[in-house]
């Protein structure tokens, strides 16, 4: 049974850091493609970042996650990471994680296999 499970969300101030995790069980997590979206209130849900399986090439949303945020994953561990460095309140959202065995980009409709999501909230 493939189960991705995120966590590491919480309230930091603005310029603070967090890490998120997304533990997966059920497969192999770098036979995957694994991408973190994000979902704001009356927003649609869009990409953040994603990862391909095996070489793990990385690719970023658009330019306001760029410079900030980091994917990376830990096949020991089978877990991927999303590490958020300088945040602003503008990235408040529920974080989610996804997997894929096919890379299909940045189209969420592409991943067949979700995380619950993780609320990341960046006030003062």
């Known amino acids: 049974q493939v189960q991705l499970v995120e966590s590491g969300g919480g309230l930091v101030q603005p310029g603070g850091s967090l890490r998120l995790s997304c533990a997966a069980s059920g497969f192999t997590l770098d036979d995957y493609a694994i991408g973190w979206f994000r979902q704001a209130p009356g927003k649609e849900r869009e990409k953040v970042s994603c990862?391909?399986?095996?070489?793990?090439?990385?690719?970023y949303g658009d330019s306001s996650v760029k410079g900030r945020f980091t994917i990376s994953k830990d096949n020991t561990k089978n877990t991927a990471y999303l590490q958020m460095n300088s945040l602003k309140p503008e990235d408040t959202a529920v974080y989610y994680c996804a997997a894929n065995p096919r890379w299909v980009g940045a189209d969420p409709s592409g991943y067949g296999y979700w995380g619950q999501g993780t609320q990341v909230t960046v006030s003062s």
């Open positions: 990862i391909t399986s095996g070489d793990g090439l990385t690719y």
